[in-house]
């Protein structure tokens, strides 16, 4: 059986074009970090979608989402709700209050990567969760990109597509509704079941 989750994880990684860090992780935790989107802002209680998540793999899911949080806040908590929470996945999702506050992408990105770094350090598998930002073009997208490659991560591009300008799948102008959640969950579950499947 053992044979055959390497053989499963390997032609998918293949197919994807990356290799993941830390896919035999001997954490415990999947746990979700990042601002409102992953707090669940706009959603009833237990249709964020963290908690969506949970359903979804039937494994519990830490919800360590603050809302307004940028890259500078997510570096200085980093440590307590991430690395002493035994994490075996982390699902990062940062970069859009740094869009709208104007921080320098140089910056926002240089403290995606060493969020990255401190979270593989600690031996855990890092999944990027990307929020489109810039109406014309994207601009973090390609830095994203870069980080995933060089240190081993695994992209989840444009979280929030056929939500943002969706009416219907929205509670504000920003957040995702009940709906729209539940699309964002889809889209994390499938990128990460393959990646979970390798201990099995």
Known sequence: MRLWSVLFISFFLIGCGQR??????????????????????????????????????????????????????????????????????????????????????????????????LIQQQGAIVVLAQVRAGLWQDEYLAGFRRIARQRKALLVPNILGGILFNPDLKSDQIHPNDAGYALIAEKIYRAIKPLLEHHK
């Open 20 to 117: 993941i860090a830390n896919l035999d992780s001997r954490g415990v935790n999947i746990i979700c970090f990042g601002n409102s989107i992953t707090q669940g802002q706009g959603a009833n209680p237990g249709h964020d979608y963290p908690a969506l998540l949970s359903q979804k793999l039937d494994l519990p899911v830490i919800n360590a989402g603050v809302s307004g949080d940028t890259t500078r806040d997510a570096l200085a908590r980093v440590q307590k709700d991430v690395l002493e929470k035994n994490p075996r996945l982390v699902i990062v999702e940062f970069g859009g209050n740094d869009f709208l506050q104007g921080l320098p992408k140089e910056e926002t990105l240089s403290n995606i990567e060493r969020i990255v770094g």
